[in-house]
């Protein structure tokens, strides 16, 4: 957590006489011991109304997810019952030596419109379901005794394209305070670096009083290096007299001598240690970690980072973790950052909404840009129902957002919001000042970043509205062209590219002539990697564009994940087409990795042109085709190599290069595909082994086989990991898999898995990235799809051991994997 509270919770420090006084800072995680309560509940925030028939529920807590879906419900949004009305409640001690002190409760995230009680009494609350909020408690709390927090959350207001989640679907936390103190996000830490390399770190902290009476205060300012190197410059003090219920600020710069810039390669973190002190005693203490970067986005070359020019090869994530719901687990969004990046990808989206603040923080450690993404729209899928209020909507939401991330390196540029028709149709009259004002809200808060807004009405750009922007960025259809050329002195984005469709495991032959030819009766999207939305482009035009338009800072993938809802082309609209009986999908099918994190061929394609110094052989279909021994069957290798040679049951096939040159953007899918991927379209299909044999500059790099699987003969469990922390958040990914004798995945399988656990862990979740599935995500069974299924396991709280998974299916023998937790 950016600008958190020192660590030490409840410890009493004892010194020597002549040491000063520390204060005594608590920072307590809400997890556990939250009742919940669905629907609306007669004075839910009483403390006399008994909750003992609450459910029980650890946090984070999506309360639709658990559910079973319904087919009658939108696909668009999972067909899950997220929309609705929901209480929390739960019991804390604050002790009666706290009296003197501040309690804040902080939430990084409700879904949606919260309303914050203690003891019965309105604490405070938030109107936008993506950002964070923090309530200041403290006239209702009852030093000494137990005290009541009750959230009621209401999503009924809520619109979205997505599924949203509900409830506290993020984490929420106490913070207990000295009455003076740093002032919550208060501290902003910018760095420029001039052209002969010197660093400048400016430092600007707010200090808060809450006394009755003005006080005087030290404030003490230390650089601290990176990777625990201690203190490289200050103290230095500065003496200040807060007015009575007020504030003040404290600026200084530090001048670092070698420092390490922060980048991809070596995100270096340093940080800002504040004291806040009175004589020797110290009333508060926080620390703020920042790089030291040089970012600088061109019109004419792109961005640059530290110096160098930097292609971004991004994807766009929404916030959801498939079977998790929006529940957020500092687990599953590492293993997604870690996908991606293993990928190639150096640049993350946060589509379209407020991030998990973790999520930034795992950026800053793994080298990752970031585009930070506060609305979609701005209208009732950003919480704004009333356009008479934007103004102060804006200004309360822009605050908190920006404060709360603007120390992050990762983060490059912000954006105002996603594809916003209102805006963007040239109706509005008031168009450019909303987008003025906002752009101005952003840079009251932060002035040492560009902003951008993601577009995709051309017809915009007959107006001034996107003047004040200091990007374009433009989503699908090579539509940042009539942007250059109306905006030649300013760079741009490629903030949404691709939307490819596609079904993890799923082959259709033949091959779709076009890009929109879907096959409707399975409600799959073939893998040959052909389709994509009407409106996008398979990844070969994409590479092409970017290929030649290098003044384009990049792409950002739409997507990374599949997510739930918004299952295009099988959504609402089409099954309302084809009238009764017709069933949208519920998730979607754009993603490069499957709805559980499995990836899809794409990410071979992709992983082969955006890291082409890892090795990547990748052949594709399966080789399991009943009935069409004779028959013509493509084979296509994704492969770094610029050749391979591809041999069936020994004998070669021939070898195939990648076109060289500089590819025409404006060729068709079909003749672009040669330059990225290797084709062999006329393979006579016949069972047994199927080998490409991969070269670069004619060296052999690597090969890579698939093989006819024989009968199912056991299943196969795989964790992404063998050793846990018992913190009651950890996860474990299960990979489960059929195979036959030799080991070999039985593509077509589709049996039901059963799961059983011992020891100190549960099933959290589900899944196996079948966009039309109905089966819900919580329970103990999943059917495979095309022969794999993921299960999701998570520890409880402070219990170490040995965690078994077991799963049986009819026909083969039961099969365990062990983990550890806590050990």
Not at 245 to 255: D, L, P, Y
Not at 591 to 601: F, T
Request: one cysteine or more; hydrophobic letters at 35%.
């Amino acid at each position: 957590m950016r600008n958190a509270l020192a660590p030490a919770v409840g410890v009493l420090l004892i010194g020597v006489l002549c040491a000063p006084a520390q204060s005594e800072q608590r920072v307590e995680v809400l997890t556990d011991g939250w009742k919940f309560a669905a629907g609306p509940q007669t004075d839910g925030a009483s403390p006399d109304t008994s909750d003992a028939n609450w459910r029980p529920v650890r946090i984070p807590h999506d309360w639709a997810i658990s559910g079973a879906p319904d087919a009658e419900l939108d696909g668009a949004t999972g067909k899950l019952q997220w929309r609705g009305e929901g209480w929390y409640r739960k019991r804390v001690n604050i002790a009666a030596d706290d009296s003197t002190r501040r309690v804040y409760l902080l939430f990084d995230g409700v879904m949606s419109e919260p309303t914050v009680y203690v003891n019965g009494k309105k604490a405070g609350g938030w109107d936008y379901g993506y950002n964070s909020f923090w309530v200041d408690a403290t006239q209702h709390i009852k030093f000494g005794e137990e005290n009541l927090i009750a959230v009621h959350a209401d999503t009924t207001k809520h619109r979205s394209r997505w599924y949203p989640g509900a409830g506290l679907y993020r984490k929420v936390s106490l913070h207990v305070r000295e009455a003076i103190h740093a002032e919550h996000w208060g501290t902003h830490v910018t760095c420029k670096v001039s052209d002969s390399g010197e660093a400048t770190v400016s430092v600007r902290s707010e200090i808060r009083n809450h006394l009755t009476t003005p006080q005087d205060i030290k404030a003490e300012l230390v650089l601290m290096g990176p990777d625990g190197a201690g203190a490289i410059a200050g103290p230095v003090e500065k003496s200040k007299t807060i007015p009575a219920q007020g504030a003040v600020v404290v600026e200084h710069q530090f001048k670092p001598e070698d420092f390490e810039a922060w980048g991809p390669r070596n995100p270096k973190l340093y940080s800002i240690r504040l004291r806040v002190m009175q004589g020797d005693n110290e009333l508060d203490q926080t620390s703020t970690s920042f790089g030291i970067r040089k970012i600088e986005f061109t019109p004419k070359y792109g961005f640059y980072l530290n110096g160098k020019r930097l292609e971004l090869k991004g994807v766009n994530l929404h916030h959801d973790h498939g079977p998790l719901g929006a529940a957020f687990y500092p687990r599953a969004m590492q293993r997604q950052l870690e996908i991606m990046k293993d990928m190639g990808v150096n640049a993350i989206r946060t589509s379209h909404n407020a991030p998990a603040p973790e999520l930034l923080d795992m950026c800053d450690r793994m080298g990752l840009l970031v585009i930070d993404e506060l609305f979609d729209k701005w209208d009732d899928t950003a919480d704004l129902h009333d356009q008479e209020e934007f103004e102060p909507f804006m200004r309360r939401n822009v605050a908190n957002f920006v404060r709360r991330d603007r120390n992050h390196p990762c983060i490059i540029t912000w954006s105002i919001g996603n594809e916003i028709s209102a805006i963007l149709g040239a109706k509005d009259e008031g168009a450019k000042a909303k987008v003025d004002y906002v752009v101005s809200q952003f840079k009251r808060h932060d002035d040492s970043r560009p902003l951008t807004m993601a577009c995709h009405m051309p017809q915009v750009l007959d107006t001034q509205t996107l003047d004040s922007l200091d990007i374009q960025s433009w989503n699908y259809g090579h539509k940042y062209k009539p942007s250059f050329e109306r905006y030649p002195d300013k760079p741009h984005i490629y903030t949404e590219s691709a939307s490819t469709l596609s079904t993890r495991g799923y082959y259709h032959l033949p091959l779709p002539e076009n890009k929109t030819d879907y096959v409707d009766a399975d409600r799959q999207v073939d893998s040959y990697d052909h389709n994509a939305a009407r409106w996008s482009d398979v990844p070969d035009v994409e590479f092409a564009r970017m290929d030649a338009d290098r003044h384009v800072a990049g792409e950002f993938v739409w997507t990374g994940f599949d997510y739930l809802g918004e299952p295009t082309p099988f959504d609402d609209k089409w099954a309302k087409e084809r009238g009764e009986g017709a069933e949208s999908a519920r998730s979607s099918y754009f993603g490069i990795v499957d709805l559980c994190g499995i990836p899809k061929d794409r990410y071979y394609l992709y992983r082969s042109y955006w890291a082409p110094g890892k090795t990547t052989i990748h052949i594709l279909p399966h080789w399991n085709w009943s009935g069409r021994d004779g028959e013509p069957t493509p084979v296509y290798v994704y492969t770094n190599g610029d050749e391979a040679e591809l041999m069936l049951n020994g004998k070669s096939l021939g070898r195939r290069k990648k076109t060289e040159g500089k590819p025409d953007p404006a060729a068709s899918a079909a003749e672009l595909m040669p330059y990225y991927r290797l084709q062999w379209n006329d393979v006579a299909y016949e069972p047994g082994e199927l080998t490409a044999v991969a070269y670069r500059d004619g060296k052999e790099i690597g090969s890579a086989t698939v093989r006819t699987a024989g009968e199912p003969e056991k299943l196969r469990l795989t964790p992404d990991r063998n050793r846990l922390a018992a913190d009651g958040l950890d996860l474990c990914y299960v990979l489960v898999e059929l195979i036959d004798p030799s080991g070999v995945l039985c593509p077509h399988a589709d049996s039901e898995v059963k799961f059983t656990v011992s020891g100190p862990a549960e099933i959290v979740g589900l899944g196996n990235g079948d966009p039309t599935s109905m089966e819900p995500f919580v329970g103990d069974s999943r059917r495979l799809f095309h022969g794999k299924a993921m299960v999701i396991l998570r520890t409880q709280p402070g219990a170490a051991g040995d965690v078994k998974l077991t799963a049986t299916s009819e026909g083969v023998a039961p099969v365990s994997v062990t983990v550890k937790a806590g050990e």
